[in-house]
């Protein structure tokens, strides 16, 4: 096996038999309690995004069922799991195996289930409505899986078309269908500055106001603001154009926004990020009044991912007792 040894394969699914009836009542939707430190409580509570550990899980052979204990173990209370770092181990064990596994595995380490970015399950904007109806059918199950974990949201992303006049209504009707889904789970969908035309605040809010419904709104990211690529119809890939302010178009979309991802790429020797104002940053979230969880999302090269998330969330913390 690639990601995990038959032995400990065995713990988790064992684990899961054995634990889950005990686990079938408690409820992980409790409050966190806010990290102190230095005798401040900060406006907000820390969470990890999964997508930090990306090459740990991809490339170094470790478990991403080992995502709960490294997080606490970091210092972090919540967690917001990334769908496609499961893929493998949905292929082997199924998908209710790997969620109820999840679920047994946060409340053991005593963590916050956040929510979960979803990737790779279809196009919610696709100029077709059967292939955007599929996409809609494909997100479900992480909507199922949201609520299972206590978890509030999943993240989707809106790609499809980059035509901005198509993708008004296509990405509107993909975004009804699956939030009225999500509303008989109590569970909100969150659209993140993802690339495309989700990174053009103006847009993407427009978006939102047009799909008009209370679960439906955003995952501000201080980064991703890339609006079109070099390999024309690519998602991924070198930037041909950026949206021209990430302090504007965070400001945006916190009028909508129900989580935030603190991206980060390097630090300076004063372990100040070097491309993105974190004061400032944190200034347009706290302004916005939002006192939910911002999550640790570092993508950076130079440092090792556990040193770069160590540095992101060491910024955030000293960043929140400046801010006024």
Same mark, same amino acid.
């Given at each position: ?15 899961l ?10 409820s ?10 230095a005798?401040?409580?900060?406006f ?12 740990t ?35 082997k ?21 956040v929510?979960?970015?979803v ?9 077709n ?41 296509? +990405? ?5 269908? $699956?939030?009225?889904? /999500?509303? !008989? @789970?109590?569970?909100?969908? =969150?659209?993140e ?6 990174s ?65 790429y390097?630090?300076?020797?004063n ?24 999550g +640790? ?5 130079? $440092?090792?991912e556990? /040193?770069g !998330? @160590?540095?992101?969330?060491? =910024?955030?913390?000293?960043v ?5």
């Amino acid at each position: 096996m690639n990601t995990v040894t038959f032995k400990k394969l065995s713990f988790y699914v064992i684990a899961l038999l054995f634990v889950a009836t005990s686990c079938k009542n408690s409820s992980n939707k409790t409050e966190a309690q806010p990290i102190k430190i230095a005798n401040t409580t900060p406006f907000f509570k820390l969470s990890l995004a999964q997508w930090s550990l990306h090459k740990t899980f991809n490339e170094d052979g470790i478990s991403p069922f080992e995502f709960a204990e490294m997080s606490k173990e970091m210092g972090f209370e919540g967690l917001e799991y990334v769908s496609q770092l499961y893929n493998v181990e949905i292929e082997k064990l199924g998908f209710d195996v790997v969620i109820d596994s999840l679920k047994i595995l946060s409340a053991q380490n005593g963590m916050q289930n956040v929510l979960i970015m979803v990737d790779n399950e279809g196009d919610l904007a696709d100029p077709n409505e059967a292939v955007r109806d599929a996409a809609v059918e494909n997100h479900k199950k992480w909507i199922d899986a949201a609520a299972k974990l206590g978890a509030h949201a999943i993240r989707v992303n809106t790609f499809g078309t980059n035509d901005p006049e198509i993708w008004k209504t296509t +990405v509107v009707d993909g975004l009804q269908k $699956l939030a009225t889904y /999500a509303a !008989t @789970k109590n569970i909100n969908v =969150l659209c993140e500055n993802h690339g495309w035309l989700s990174s053009d605040a103006e847009k993407l809010m427009q978006a939102i106001r047009d799909v008009n419904m209370d679960n439906c709104g955003t995952l501000p990211d201080f980064g991703n603001w890339c609006t079109k690529r070099k390999d024309v119809g690519e998602k991924w890939g070198e930037c041909a154009e950026l949206y021209p302010d990430k302090y504007k178009g965070t400001s945006l979309m916190m009028a909508a926004a129900k989580a935030v991802s603190a991206k980060s790429y390097d630090f300076d020797t004063n372990g100040n990020e070097t491309t993105i104002d974190y004061t400032r940053m944190l200034q347009i979230v706290k302004d916005a009044g939002y006192k939910g969880f911002v999550g +640790v999302e570092y993508e950076g090269s130079r $440092l090792d991912e556990t /040193a770069g !998330t @160590k540095a992101t969330k060491d =910024l955030l913390l000293k960043v929140a007792k400046e801010v006024k």
